[in-house]
Nanobody, 121 residues
Framework: QVQLVESGGGLVQAGGSLRVSCAASGTIFSINTMRWYRQAPGKQRELVAVITSGGLTDYANSVKGRFTISRDNAKNMVYLQMNSLKPEDTAVYYC???????????????WGQGTQVTVSS
C-alpha cells in the first residue's frame, strides 16, 4: 500500500504565506509526477501545480508567480510554498502522486486526504 499524508494547512491573513507538505510512504519503488490540487466549497477540484521527477514544473495561471512546488526525491515528499495568499486561495489542498511500487510495475495514482487552507480578508 501507499499512503500520502498532507500537513501544514491552516488559517492565514491575505498577503501571508503558508507551506503545505505531502509525505508518501509505504511500498514505493519510484515516483514520477507529483501534483497539488485544491477544491473550494461548491467548486470542482482543480490542478494547482505539477512537478516531474526531474524537477520540471507547471502552474495554474491563477497561482503563477505566487506558488512554488518542489520535491525531495530522497524523502518522497512534495511541497507547495504559497505566498501572497488571497481569500480565493481558500480550499482543501490535496497531493497526488504517480507511484510505481515494484521494479517493472505500472505507475498508479494515489491521493492524500487533504489539508485545509483558509485565507482571511
Amino acid at each position: 500500500q501507499v499512503q500520502l499524508v498532507e500537513s501544514g494547512g491552516g488559517l492565514v491573513q491575505a498577503g501571508g504565506s503558508l507551506r503545505v507538505s505531502c509525505a508518501a510512504s509505504g511500498t514505493i519503488f519510484s515516483i514520477n509526477t507529483m501534483r497539488w490540487y485544491r477544491q473550494a466549497p461548491g467548486k470542482q477540484r482543480e490542478l494547482v501545480a505539477v512537478i516531474t521527477s526531474g524537477g520540471l514544473t507547471d502552474y495554474a495561471n491563477s497561482v503563477k508567480g505566487r506558488f512554488t512546488i518542489s520535491r525531495d526525491n530522497a524523502k518522497n515528499m512534495v511541497y507547495l510554498q504559497m505566498n501572497s495568499l488571497k481569500p480565493e486561495d481558500t480550499a482543501v489542498y490535496y497531493c497526488n502522486a504517480n507511484v510505481r511500487r515494484y521494479l517493472g510495475g505500472s505507475f498508479d495514482g494515489y491521493w492524500g486526504q487533504g489539508t485545509q487552507v483558509t485565507v482571511s480578508s
